[in-house]
């Protein structure tokens, strides 16, 4: 796999709304094994249903979550993940996530993750207490705005 770019992996370590608590070197871990994707405009990331094999974890652009029971679809931008909770369940994809514009985003596949993960304990635990923390946000802003704060 071609090496990652610094700039990528600035971004990456720097995103509020990202995998926060990964470190720098986590970053060039994880980037080195990944696999770099482009999206156009209209192209799903993941489909609801659909059982996917990794995460994305975007670089460039922004993508639409489409939650059908709801009207609101929050976005996703550079620095932020997408395919967390069914990698956390190993289930299917609890919502479609369609590119609004060029996405470009590394995708890490679940078997690549878990083996860093069994060379790199402490990897694993900076990984999870990201996701962890990025559901917590992200049920807030769901939540939130029907309890009017």
């Given at each position: 796999?071609?090496?990652?770019?610094?700039?990528?992996?600035?971004?990456?370590?720097?995103?509020?709304?990202?995998?926060?608590?990964?470190?720098?070197?986590?970053?060039?871990?994880?980037?080195?094994?990944?696999?770099?994707?482009?999206?156009?405009?209209?192209?799903?990331?993941?489909?609801s249903?659909?059982?996917?094999?990794?995460?994305?974890?975007?670089l460039?652009?922004?993508?639409?979550?489409?939650?059908?029971?709801?009207g609101?679809?929050?976005?996703?931008?550079?620095g932020?993940?997408c395919?967390?909770?069914?990698?956390?369940?190993n289930?299917?994809?609890?919502?479609?996530?369609v590119?609004n514009?060029?996405?470009?985003?590394?995708?890490?596949?679940?078997?690549?993750?878990?083996?860093?993960?069994?060379?790199?304990?402490?990897?694993?635990?900076r990984?999870?207490?990201?996701?962890?923390?990025?559901?917590?946000?992200?049920?807030?802003?769901?939540?939130?705005?029907?309890m009017g704060?």
């Amino acid at each position: 796999m071609p090496r990652p770019i610094p700039a990528d992996l600035s971004l990456l370590s720097s995103a509020k709304t990202g995998l926060r608590y990964l470190t720098p070197n986590d970053w060039a871990l994880i980037a080195d094994k990944a696999s770099r994707i482009r999206f156009k405009k209209g192209d799903y990331l993941m489909q609801s249903g659909k059982l996917p094999d990794g995460v994305y974890l975007l670089l460039k652009g922004t993508a639409q979550v489409r939650i059908y029971a709801q009207g609101n679809h929050p976005l996703l931008g550079p620095g932020e993940v997408c395919g967390e909770m069914s990698f956390l369940e190993n289930g299917r994809a609890s919502v479609s996530v369609v590119a609004n514009e060029e996405v470009e985003a590394y995708f890490i596949a679940r078997a690549t993750l878990q083996g860093l993960f069994r060379l790199f304990p402490h990897l694993a635990s900076r990984f999870y207490r990201s996701l962890a923390t990025n559901l917590s946000r992200r049920l807030r802003d769901l939540i939130e705005p029907a309890m009017g704060h």
